[in-house]
């Protein structure tokens, strides 16, 4: 983390390779000892930031070329955010950042693990590039992206696939897993619908509540084209919320831990990002994957934008009788 802001970013778009620092520690080491070494580290190199919390969530097993992740959680007052580090093979080395491979295309393994069969999608399935959204409805950056997506496509039509993946954030947005559920059984009736009513939850998302979700959602789906009687009984039905839960946890699987998160071809884009970055990145996807476009050169700043799931959540609305 190279300083706090206002509102976290997410550190997956760091630079794979990355800054490396010495542990000077034995092979071998026992994950009891890879945490005494790796506080110290973390003590030294960003312990000057005045962090309230600096805890070590994790350290997984050694993955197949040997190397371990450890995630730790950094706070500081209202602020918190999730780091990412590797720690080498003979426990000599920790790698800051996010692990891709060394290929033209990085992001192959990321597209392969992402499930895309039965997930709600507009735009041309052969156009050259696909915006994988895992998103909340009750996240005001989401609204934000969405916004930004929709210009994209009404511009440039024909480039552009757009795929949904539901990740409510329900530790911090009440009524996110019931707009989750009744988006799933819109689009259980006709995946085209499900376009409509998230458009109708995001424009009414600051008038929403705990209080009046369900009859708000209900009367959004219905004005989307939704017929009421299936409609209820996918409400009801266990497979809808197993269908959300698989979704989180396909997030979970490719780095997904804030909301919105983007995967362009396969390349992770945490936060909204403006619609002026979003279109340098797939103007530059759309060239190398088929026909030439006009390119801009990319910004060498950090892709990732203001999310829900790094932020300190608005306060909720009040209900008014």
Known sequence: MKRLHACFCALALTAAAGAQARAHAPAGSTEAQLRVRLAAFLNRSIGWQ???????????????????????????G??????????????????????????????????????????????????PVTIVEFSDLE??????????????????????RVVFKYYPLVQIHPWAMQAAKAAVCVAAQ??????????????????????NADQRLHDFALESGAQPAPFNACLANPATLAQIK??????????????PTLFINGRIVP???????????????????????????????????????????????????
């Not at 103007?283 to 829900?308: I, M, N």
């Open 50 to 76: 005045g962090l309230d919390k600096m805890q070590i969530e994790s350290i997984s097993a050694p993955d197949g070329s040997g190397l371990r992740t450890a995630k730790v959680l950094l706070a500081k």
């Open 78 to 127: 209202t602020q918190q955010q999730e780091g990412t580090y590797f720690i080498t093979a003979d426990g000599k080395e920790i790698i800051e950042g996010a692990k891709s491979q060394l290929s033209a295309d990085p992001w192959a393994a990321t597209r392969a693990e992402i499930e895309l069969r039965g997930a709600p999608a507009e735009g041309a399935a052969d156009a």
């Open 139 to 160: 996240c005001p950056y989401c609204r934000q992206e969405a916004t930004a997506i929709a210009q994209l496509m009404d511009q440039e039509p024909g480039k552009v």
């Open 190 to 211: 006709h995946p085209a619908q499900f376009w409509n009513f998230e458009k109708s939850v995001f424009e009414a998302q600051d008038q929403i509540t705990t209080v």
């Open 246 to 259: 698989a979704s989180l946890a396909n997030g979970n699987r490719v780095g997904v831990s804030s909301t």
């Open 271 to 321: 936060g909204a990002i403006a619609e002026q970055e979003l279109r340098m990145l797939v103007d530059h996807e759309a060239q190398l994957a088929g026909p030439a476009h006009t390119t801009a050169r990319l910004s060498t700043g950090k892709l990732s934008g203001q999310q829900c799931g790094t932020c300190k959540p608005l306060p909720p609305i009040k209900h008014r009788p």
